[in-house]
C-alpha cells in the first residue's frame, strides 16, 4: 500500500494562513490503514487547526469530509457540492489524491497535508516498511519474492556487494542486506541454483526513465 506520514503542523499552517474557509478532505484507502489521512486524522487535523488560528486571533472555518478514495474522478465528485463554499482544499490523501483535485477543481488551491513516502508493508502495529519502488519490471520471481530494488541500497541486481558484512548493509547495522535476505530465502526453497544466475543490466524504460507512466487497458477503456 502507499504510505504518509502528516506534514508537520507549522507548514500547513503556512499553507492555509491567507484563507477564511477551508474544506479538509480524507482518503479512506491506504493513507486510512496507515493512520496518516483517514476520517479520524481529519478530525484531529482539523481540531488542531482551529486551536492554532484561535491562539493567533483568528477564527477559521473548516468543514471535513472523507472520500472513499480521493485517485479515483468517480469519488471526487462528491466534492462538487461542497466547492463552492470554501477558499482553498486540504487534502489529507497521498499525491495522487491532492493532483487529482487539483485536476478536477482547477479555480481552487488544493495542499496537501501529508507527505507520501512509499509503498510499503506493515511489519508490526504501528510500523511500515519499504518494499516496492515500482519499477515497472518485477525481479521477485527470480529473488524469491524480495527485492532488490527497493531493498539493496545500492539497487544491485546481483550481489552481495563488499561492504556487507555478517548479513547487514554496510549503511548501518539495523539494515539487513537484501542480498543475504535472498541468498537465506532461495536457499530455504532449494532454489539456490537461481542465485548464481547472472540477472542482466535492468531495463528501466518500464520506470520512471521515460517519463510519468500509465497503464492503457482497451477491454476496459472507454
Known amino acids: ?53 484561535l491562539k493567533q486571533g483568528k477564527n477559521i472555518q473548516i468543514r471535513e469530509h472523507t472520500l472513499e478514495r480521493q485517485c479515483d474522478p468517480e469519488y471526487i465528485e462528491e466534492l462538487t ?72 541500497s545500492k539497487q544491485l541486481m546481483n550481489g552481495p556487494c563488499g561492504g556487507s558484512t555478517a548479513g547487514k548493509c554496510e549503511i548501518s547495522p539495523d539494515v539487513d542486506c537484501a542480498w543475504q535476505l535472498i541468498w537465506d530465502r532461495l536457499k530455504a526453497l532449494g532454489l539456490e541454483d537461481r542465485y548464481e544466475r547472472i540477472i542482466p543490466a535492468k531495463d528501466w524504460r518500464p520506470g520512471r526513465g521515460a517519463g510519468p507512466r500509465k497503464i492503457i487497458r482497451e477491454d476496459l477503456a472507454e
Not at 7 to 25: A, D, W
Not at 108 to 131: C, D, L
Open 1 to 53: 500500500m502507499i504510505t504518509a506520514e502528516r506534514k508537520p503542523l507549522e507548514e500547513i499552517i503556512e499553507y492555509i494562513r491567507p484563507f477564511q474557509k477551508i474544506l479538509l478532505v480524507g482518503c479512506n484507502e491506504c493513507v486510512t490503514v496507515c493512520s496518516a489521512g483517514g476520517r479520524k486524522e481529519v478530525g484531529i487535523l482539523s481540531s488542531l487547526l482551529q486551536m492554532s488560528f
Open 81 to 152: 457540492s461542497m466547492i463552492d463554499g470554501v477558499d482553498a482544499v486540504l487534502s489529507m490523501a497521498c499525491g495522487c489524491g491532492v493532483q487529482e483535485i487539483s485536476r478536477r477543481f482547477k479555480d481552487k488551491p488544493v495542499f496537501p497535508a501529508i507527505n507520501t513516502k512509499f509503498m510499503g508493508a506493515s511489519e508490526r502495529q504501528g510500523v511500515w516498511a519499504e518494499r516496492c519502488q515500482g519499477c515497472g519490471d518485477c525481479l521477485l520471481g527470480i529473488t524469491g519474492g524480495i527485492c532488490p530494488i527497493s531493498r539493496c
